[in-house]
């Protein structure tokens, strides 16, 4: 056996006199290597197991071990953490934002040259106070800082998050929004009950709520606005853009709630569906002809 | 057809014959005695057997299979065959597989990604007789050629292909061709047949490791 380590066996980093489940679990989960070899025989040679079936024996006990203890962590990441990541996302996005406007008016009295939002509250965090105000305009400065890294911080988090979560919305949606509608539903399983219709409009409710009493046009989107298939389609096209993309997020969301398992065919299926779409506008600059097929 | 090796046979159930292997039942499939039934519709390497591919097994295989799921087809596996790695990706479907290797001495269960090898190569062993492939993501070929290190040099390859993880819109032959080519620098293809209608949009290949 060498002693590179990413030619080494799972069982070389456990202590064969004392095998403990957790160094077990743990080799098996997180260990790697460039390339399999007879890892029975070398386990044997390396005195870890006496024989061939006294290594399986363990092998056998250590990868369930090792898988029940992931399911059971994959399966903990769930929808209301995700749900508490994103909205503590935008209140941090939001606060810092509006107390950068309050710096930046205050620190403009005291020092030459400073700018507003975020990055200019990061650079006047940077100045060393001289006296009692602009030590508080600095301190101020340093919190607004600290809050945008949360906020930072908690966008990373939530990008890690929200594939464990719903994986297939996830692919679909992009992280984020993903987490945002998991939001506004309340939860994946309320998401996943939701009808297209409503997915569509999640985050409009202004809108829908105005048109239901009469006082303006039914909202052709809410929050999915922010994916590209629809604010990147031209705006003739959107409605419909949109009603495809809310029709395969909700059986993403589906998915996710009841099997959670990923399928690549969904969204093929919706890639399909958008090129046509899209394809809609290249027929009408090239030939006038009308290019839906609704 | 295949020589079925002594850990699965012909047997009758429900007034036709279908295969069996000895092991605890796991799905609900009917039982004589010791042996359960081999449900070839719910299992694509089942189906191969089913419809007499050149499949060459002798019972004992050293086996990796990819994309285990909740255990069906790998349970079969594993009564017939010796050490059988079980990859899968999906935690949900982990949860019933455990219950199945819980019930078996010779499978290993690894909550792994298929298409990243290095991080099951410190687990699972070179030289395998087999490798078997039921996995429905995109690049199910460079799968089947990342995976095979693990076999032995005339190691035999089991792959359903699922047109519509490559592309849902291209006819399933186009689909299956361009997957059998980029197989044809690691295997020599020894047979292929559509598993329709059981498995519809699927084809079975056996290969050998070049």
């Given at each position: 056996m060498t002693s590179n380590a990413a030619d080494s066996?799972?069982?070389?980093?456990?202590d064969s006199g004392d095998l403990v489940a957790a160094d077990l679990r743990a080799a098996i989960r997180t260990g790697a290597a460039d390339a399999p070899t007879d890892w029975p025989t070398a386990a044997v040679d390396a005195g870890f197991a006496a024989d061939t079936d006294d290594y399986y024996a363990t092998l056998r006990e250590a990868t369930i071990e090792a898988a029940r203890e992931a399911v059971a962590e994959r399966e903990g990441a769930d929808d209301q953490q995700l749900l508490h990541a994103v909205r503590a996302m935008d209140d941090a996005t939001r606060t810092a934002n509006e107390l950068a406007e309050r710096c930046h008016e205050w620190a403009a009295t005291q020092f030459a040259d400073v700018d507003s939002g975020i990055d200019g509250a990061r650079d006047v965090a940077t100045h060393e106070p001289t006296d009692p105000v602009e030590e508080r305009i600095v301190s101020l400065a340093e919190r607004i800082d600290g809050l945008a890294t949360e906020a930072d911080e908690l966008r990373e988090f939530i990008k890690r998050l929200a594939p464990e979560v719903a994986p297939n919305l996830a692919e679909m949606a992009g992280p984020v929004l993903a987490a945002r509608l998991i939001s506004l539903a309340g939860g994946l399983d309320s998401l996943a009950k939701k009808p297209s219709g409503t997915v569509q409009v999640l985050g409009a409710e202004d809108a829908l709520f105005a048109h239901l009493a009469g006082r303006g046009p039914s909202p052709?989107?809410?929050?999915?606005?922010?994916?590209p298939y629809v604010n990147g389609t031209r705006p003739a096209d959107r409605g419909s853009a949109a009603r495809a993309l809310a029709g395969k997020l909700t059986i993403a969301a589906r998915i996710d709630h009841y099997s959670g398992d990923f399928r690549p065919e969904i969204h093929d299926e919706l890639a399909d569906r958008m090129a046509t779409i899209r394809a809609r506008a290249d027929d009408d600059d090239g030939n006038d002809t009308e290019g839906s097929d609704d | 057809m295949t020589d079925l090796p002594d850990g699965i046979q012909q047997r009758e159930f429900d007034g036709r014959q279908r295969l069996a292997t000895r092991g605890q039942p796991v799905y609900g499939e009917p039982t004589d005695g010791e042996w359960r039934c081999w449900d070839a519709g719910r299992s694509k390497l089942g189906a191969m057997l089913e419809n007499g591919m050149a499949i060459d097994l002798s019972g004992g295989e050293g086996v990796l299979y990819l994309g285990a799921a909740s255990g069906t087809t790998v349970s079969h596996v594993a009564d017939f065959a010796g050490p059988t790695y079980a990859v899968e990706f999906a935690p949900r479907p982990m949860g019933e597989l455990l219950e199945v290797a819980e019930a078996r001495k010779n499978l290993f269960p690894l909550l792994k990604d298929a298409r990243k090898p290095d991080t099951y190569s410190h687990v699972v062993e070179s030289d395998l007789d087999l490798l078997v492939q039921d996995v429905a993501t995109r690049g199910q070929a460079s799968v089947a050629v990342d995976n095979?290190?693990?076999?032995?040099?005339d190691g035999q390859l089991l792959l359903a292909i699922k047109a519509r993880s490559e592309?849902?819109?291209?006819d399933p032959e186009t689909v299956f061709d361009e997957v059998c080519e980029e197989l044809t620098d690691t295997y020599e293809i020894t047979d292929r047949q559509r598993l329709?209608?059981?498995?519809?949009d699927h084809l079975g290949v056996v290969a050998r490791k070049r």
């Open positions: 066996g799972w069982f070389e980093s456990v052709k989107h809410g929050i999915i606005y922010t994916h | 095979a290190r693990f076999l032995a040099d592309d849902v819109t291209a329709d209608p059981s498995h519809d």
